[in-house]
């Protein structure tokens, strides 16, 4: 008798520009991509978060939270690992994925004890400090991060990364973004005992 294979890892994959063509969203699509051809054992859901409103406590009733937040803390609460694509604003993740992280964190906490990897695209840094302050805050609620390999894009350094529609087109970049999604997926079975 065979022995059952393993259901697909399921990856949530969450994304703080809320601006249409961003680069992080251009780097959630490009690892729905490389997962679907490459690393099938892997599934990646895209969940938007910009339907979500302030976190606000006296949205809170009886325990229970508005739709939009109910709907997303289930998404996060049946996540085997998560892949954030995270922008850096003011030296800082931005707004929205603060609030959306806020949100899955209030009682019970949806985040802990699962895996995660960060990605991130921008200036200077590539949106490295946004990667430092994400993973303070996975300390605190017992998200575990991947540490290698890191994947922090110079989108404005040549060879041209992405497209106009924020699609990413660069080959050594995929690349990179491959082995991360290849790390997250070791570390997520390694944390579930397989």
């Avoid at 969203?25 to 859901?45: H, V, Y």
């Avoid at 937040?69 to 929205?96: Q, T």
């Avoid at 540490?147 to 106009?164: M, R, Y």
Wanted: aromatic content about 10%; overall charge neutral.
């Amino acid at each position: 008798m065979e022995a059952a294979a393993n259901p697909a890892i399921k990856v949530v994959a969450l994304c703080g520009s809320l601006r249409k063509g961003s680069f992080h969203s251009g780097l959630i699509r490009s690892a729905i991509q490389i997962c679907d051809a490459f690393i099938p054992e892997m599934k990646i859901e895209y969940v938007d978060i910009e339907a979500l409103p302030f976190v606000n406590t006296d949205l809170e009733v009886n325990g229970s939270f508005p739709e939009p937040v109910e709907a997303f803390r289930r998404k996060i609460l049946g996540a085997d690992a998560f892949l954030f694509a995270s922008p850096e604003y003011n030296y800082s993740m931005s707004g929205p994925l603060k609030n959306a992280i806020d949100w899955a964190s209030r009682p019970p906490n949806a985040w802990a004890n699962k895996p995660a990897a960060i990605v991130s695209a921008g200036g200077n840094f590539g949106g490295g400090r946004s990667q430092y302050h994400l993973r303070q805050v996975g300390v605190y609620l017992d998200l575990h991060f991947i540490n290698k390999p890191e994947l922090s894009v110079c989108a404005f350094e040549p060879p041209q990364k992405f497209d106009v529609n924020g699609n990413l087109i660069d080959l050594a970049t995929k690349e990179k973004l491959k082995e991360v999604l290849l790390s997250l997926q070791a570390f997520t079975l390694r944390l579930q005992g397989k």
